[in-house]
């Protein structure tokens, strides 16, 4: 009894006690490669055994980009163009009379002159284009879709991230390079045939020599759209707008071409960069010219060069919010 008169009741506590069985071999094991871990750090910050070559590897960005829609629709409209400017040929109304002997009258007389004239119709705004999209979009779409805080977290170091997707967009836009005029050349050889490169100024080209022309062209061309690469890439790490940095690449493509149709410019046109843009079209000649594409190249790759530059210093020192 307590001392209010009531009767004490006992409190039963139940303890549940479990056994635990341990291997003192795996607990040794345990112990051994908790010893063999190393907590240092390397001269650069990174922890020990941190390997920059291991992250973010080109062929995972390859894949990546490769499946977005953009890029496939990109790919598939490329293969159908050809296809489409045979169709406006053919089915299209025609004056042989009226013909003066520029490009486009001369596309249907062989294949690689189909070629030539799809590289010319193309060479001011959609070959242009394409290198800015892939260019402008691969940094700027991984902000504005708030991804590139967490690529960088990974922890991927920032010369890398760009480096990486630099030659994925070099390799994307390498491919609808050569991609556009090889169904073009398939194209001209199924519906007109593998004749002579016929030019403008009436120099005829064999079939063998055109294709080695024509080589020479696509390399050409994808050196002259180096600037283009360039200028979209320092536009993608400068703002979150993907179509900031693609148009205003376009745009400044654009402005350079209408400013070269300004002849009281005069030499002051030399420093465009569009200036030199179908410098290739010297390839299609018995005695080939290199001087006008030497000045393309030079000018193209020094305005990459600067342009590239500013790319990585910007990135470099870039606050990343998103």
């Not at 040929?89 to 004239?117: H, I, Y």
Request: proline share 4%; glycine share 6%; aromatic share 10%.
């Amino acid at each position: 009894m307590n001392e209010n008169g009531h009767k004490d009741v006992p409190v039963v506590v139940h303890t549940n006690v479990s056994t635990v069985h341990t291997d003192p071999a795996a607990i040794a094991e345990m112990e051994l490669a908790a010893g063999k871990e190393s907590t240092g750090f390397s001269p650069d910050g990174s922890v020990e055994g941190f390997r920059q070559g291991r992250t973010l590897p080109l062929r995972v960005e390859l894949v990546r980009q490769l499946r977005r829609r953009r890029t496939q629709f990109l790919l598939s409209f490329l293969v159908l163009l050809p296809f489409l400017l045979w169709a406006a040929f053919e089915f299209g109304s025609s004056d042989n009379a009226r013909r003066s002997g520029g490009f486009v009258d001369l596309a249907t007389a062989s294949a690689p002159n189909f070629v030539v004239f799809i590289l010319f119709a193309t060479g001011s705004f959609l070959l242009p284009m394409i290198v800015a999209l892939f260019f402008g979009d691969t940094i700027a779409s991984e902000a504005s879709w708030s991804s590139l805080k967490y690529l960088l977290s990974m922890p991927v170091p920032r010369q890398r991230l760009l480096r990486q997707k630099a030659i994925s967009s070099g390799l994307l836009s390498l491919l609808c390079l050569v991609l556009l005029p090889a169904v073009a050349l398939a194209v001209g050889i199924v519906f007109y045939g593998t004749g002579e490169a016929v030019s403008p100024t009436g120099d005829a080209v064999s079939f063998e020599d055109s294709m080695l022309a024509l080589v020479f062209s696509i390399a050409y061309i994808s050196v002259n759209l180096l600037w283009v690469a360039a200028l979209a890439l320092f536009l993608s790490v400068s703002t979150d707008a993907p179509l900031g940095a693609v148009g205003g690449t376009v745009l400044v493509s654009i402005l350079s071409q209408i400013l070269d149709q300004i002849t009281a410019l005069g030499d002051l046109r030399d420093y465009l960069p569009t200036h030199w843009s179908f410098a290739w079209s010297d390839l299609i000649a018995t005695d080939i010219d290199w001087s006008n594409m030497t000045k393309g190249a030079f000018s193209a790759i020094t305005y990459a060069a600067v342009f590239f530059f500013l790319a990585s210093r910007r990135f470099r020192t870039k606050d990343i919010t998103s």
